[in-house]
């Protein structure tokens, strides 16, 4: 028995209901798929009015609430014991991908983790396609809750944090927290492939806002463990130790301003530019709250 929970926001996706529904049914499942849409416009929402059978079951939130209300709204929800949760900006690129799921060892999660596909044709979307191809589907260290199975009773137990109401880091705060309680993350190959790309200023506005919510976690909220897990913040920490971060005082505005420049007229630079970008921008923030 099988509950399959997906986030949606302003990204129509048929296709990945389609798909999940398909290979439910071939797997002779009790199943059920919950959507919410979390405040989406009205003409990318509207289609989900469509998927009216006995398999799909709808919630409409009024307002956007952020992906940690979304979540633990649809584990609450959900009727089945088993909970597999899907971003709703997802491919399903496996055939086997609810069987693959089904018959792996069962850790107390099990995470399938993402890909990117093929390089885009038009420039405004290659940082973070590059950024994807290159860091992102390759990062296992960490957990990703785009794509993974867990029981309903373990998740009531550990949540997502619905203090987080920004863009960033909920999901890493979720693992770090399960293996607070002592639950074992498993990463298998059963990968979804991630669809929605943002524009080269899109995403170096999400970089900040998570970058934010970052900060804010660490030195606000007293997440100290996050500090030495993302590895950004664990770099920052290594550098404050050594002495070094009192140089990134010396215009820092005007060189974030310049890694930004750089990053949007060519967004084929390297990454280590996008690296030194958020490194400064995360020492601004972090910096901001000692006043």
Same mark, same amino acid.
């Given at each position: 028995?099988?509950?399959i ?7 129509p &996706?048929?296709?990945?209901?389609a ?23 009205n003409n ?11 398999y799909f079951?709808i ?26 949760f ?5 491919e ?8 693959i ?13 993402r ?18 191809t290159?860091?992102?589907? &390759?990062?296992?260290?960490q ?30 705060l ?14 298998? &190959?059963?990968p ?6 943002k ?10 806002e ?5 900060a ?5 909220q ?5 500090a030495t897990?993302v ?6 920490c290594w ?15 005007l060189?974030?301003?310049?890694l930004?420049?750089a ?6 630079s390297?990454?280590?530019i ?10 601004a ?7």
């Amino acid at each position: 028995m099988l509950s399959i929970c997906i986030p949606h926001y302003n990204f129509p &996706n048929p296709q990945l209901f389609a798909s999940l529904l398909a290979q439910c049914q071939s797997a002779g499942l009790a199943f059920e798929i919950l959507i919410a849409d979390d405040g989406s416009e009205n003409n990318k929402k509207r289609y989900l009015s469509d998927l009216n059978n006995q398999y799909f079951r709808i919630f409409l939130l009024e307002h956007n609430h952020g992906r940690s209300f979304t979540r633990n709204f649809l584990a609450e929800k959900a009727m089945f014991p088993t909970l597999l949760f899907s971003d709703g900006d997802a491919e399903i690129i496996s055939d086997d991908f609810i069987k693959i799921y089904l018959t792996a060892k069962q850790a107390d999660i099990v995470a399938g983790g993402r890909i990117y596909g093929a390089k885009p044709t038009s420039k405004d979307y290659l940082l973070h396609w590059r950024y994807g191809t290159q860091i992102e589907q &390759n990062a296992n260290a960490q957990f990703q809750s785009n794509n993974f199975i867990i029981k309903k009773d373990l998740f009531k137990t550990v949540k997502f944090d619905e203090n987080i109401k920004t863009y960033g880091y909920e999901d890493v705060l979720f693992g770090l927290e399960a293996q607070k309680q002592g639950f074992k993350i498993q990463q298998i &190959n059963n990968p979804v492939k991630h669809l929605q790309l943002k524009t080269n200023q899109q995403f170096l506005d999400d970089t900040d806002e998570a970058l934010q919510t970052l900060a804010k976690l660490i030195y606000n909220q007293g997440e100290f463990k996050l500090a030495t897990e993302v590895r950004l913040s664990a770099k920052y920490c290594w550098l404050k130790n050594r002495g070094v971060t009192p140089f990134f005082n010396i215009g820092t505005h005007l060189i974030l301003a310049n890694l930004r420049k750089a990053l949007l007229k060519n967004p084929e630079s390297p990454l280590w530019i996008l690296a030194l970008y958020k490194l400064y921008r995360f020492h601004a923030l972090a910096e901001s709250y000692k006043e």
